[in-house]
């Protein structure tokens, strides 16, 4: 396999949507940042991956002769957890999916990562038409938290349609949930989807805003939305006193395909509740 030495540049990372929905378990933030940073110096012309060294200074903002004793030691860690990481792609069935190992070599040499992909990933990383996911590495390398990483290269593979809704039980599988985090919802709302939205929105290009959906008091799913207009709407309606209860008999109700217990004229034979009638549009909503 041939090498390339590479030059210091933010460079875009590209990948296929399904290689950026995949799961896999990282130990910390460092593993999915050097993945993030071999994949930038893959070119579109590339017709086979190369061994890439990589200045670390690219990683970390220091060179080696100023890297501390901690953190090459968390660098090393790292590379040493990359050495046997692998990615698991869901399959068009539930129960089909596929296992692949990250890098089939990576290492760290006289300052430098040293690393290339696993030849099984080719197809996911060259030759890229269509069905991809393309982002800033600059933008994904100042994201502070495993979460935050996940979350952003989850939805920017689905940033081009103007929303989409996750079941909660595939969220916490893609992000790798500990269980505390599964089974109390106020704690993953507060501690990955709060904090994840906060510095997505802060640090890179990708704006969204999300919800839960319930089914009685049960949150089933989040929905995430991407356009402008329908962003704006949203985090506005939030705020409202309304929105909440509206929200919540519109979910249990209509998405459950039950007839509202009070009909009235001018409803267009929707059936909306007393709650929608009288306190609060739900198409104002956009909800």
Known sequence: MAKRQVALNGGVVKMTNALARARWTPESIWEPRIVALVASKIRADDEDFFTYKIPVAELTGVPDEHLSGDQYREIAKSIANLGKAVVRIQGSKPRNFRQYNVFAMCGYEDG?????????????????KEQFTAYKLLEYLSLPSLYSQKLYEMLKSWADQSEITIPIHELHEMLNLPESLRANFKDFRRRVLEKAHKDISEKTDLQYAWEPIKEGKAVTAIRFVFRRNEIVKLEKAKKQPEYKPALDCWQTKHRAGEQCPIRRRGTGGKGKCKICLERVSVEKFGV
């Open 112 to 128: 430098r990562l040293i690393a290339n992909f696993h030849p099984d990933l080719k197809p996911h990383f060259l030759h890229l």
